[in-house]
């Protein structure tokens, strides 16, 4: 299968996809993102961009926070929506049932979206660590399907290790080596192809 074929011929979207950003996407928005998608429905589509740090440190936005944030504990850019309004993602423990945890929301598997409201410290035993993103990336009803079959986007299963992976690792890069092939050969291409 080439990565033409790949791109016409990919899973469908659901909650714990990734939504990796093709190489046509250039613009400073999505270019080179990864997006977890937490909702999809008939409705739309919502997800937080995984690897767009800030310089904010949840210790001085959301401090009670800050200990069980993953490193480095900074706020994380979720997306061009709501940039005001703060989201948490985390991942639970093994043998944790998070559909029993009445301040956890599952998204699929052990990650779920964590109500801010809640003591950290009552979820510090049941979490391996949380990340928290400002603002998220949205789609009205169809629009995701158009960017996709446009080629914006590359659907792939999302693991729970990729939410609080530390940014010294390119996300980007490392989700698209574990593709099937011939989309590993896209984590090659440059950041500034107009320079090569």
């Not at 979820?123 to 080629?151: K, M, S």
């Not at 590359?154 to 080596?177: C, F, K, M, N, Y």
């Amino acid at each position: 299968m080439s990565g033409a074929d790949y791109l016409t011929n990919q899973p469908d979207v659901s909650a714990g996809s990734l939504l990796i950003a093709s190489t046509a996407l250039t613009g400073p928005t999505f270019a080179r993102t990864v997006i977890y998608v937490i909702e999809h429905d008939e409705q739309g589509t919502l997800g937080v961009v995984l690897n767009r740090m800030s310089d904010a440190a949840v210790f001085n936005v959301l401090p009670a926070w800050a200990e069980l944030a993953a490193q480095p504990r900074a706020v994380f850019v979720g997306g061009p929506v709501s940039t005001s309004s703060a989201l948490c993602l985390g991942v639970a423990k093994t043998g944790v049932n998070v559909a029993e945890q009445p301040k956890l929301h599952q998204v699929l598997g052990p990650v779920a979206m964590v109500d801010l409201d809640a003591d950290p410290d009552e979820l510090a035993n049941i979490l391996t660590g949380v990340r928290i993103f400002a603002g998220y990336a949205g789609w009205d009803a169809g629009q995701l399907d158009d960017e996709i079959a446009e080629g914006s986007w590359i659907i792939a299963p999302g693991l729970p290790g990729d939410l609080l992976t530390e940014p010294s690792v390119d996300v980007w890069q490392r989700v698209l080596r574990r593709q099937p092939w011939p989309l590993p050969l896209l984590s090659t291409y440059p950041l500034r192809p107009e320079e090569n």
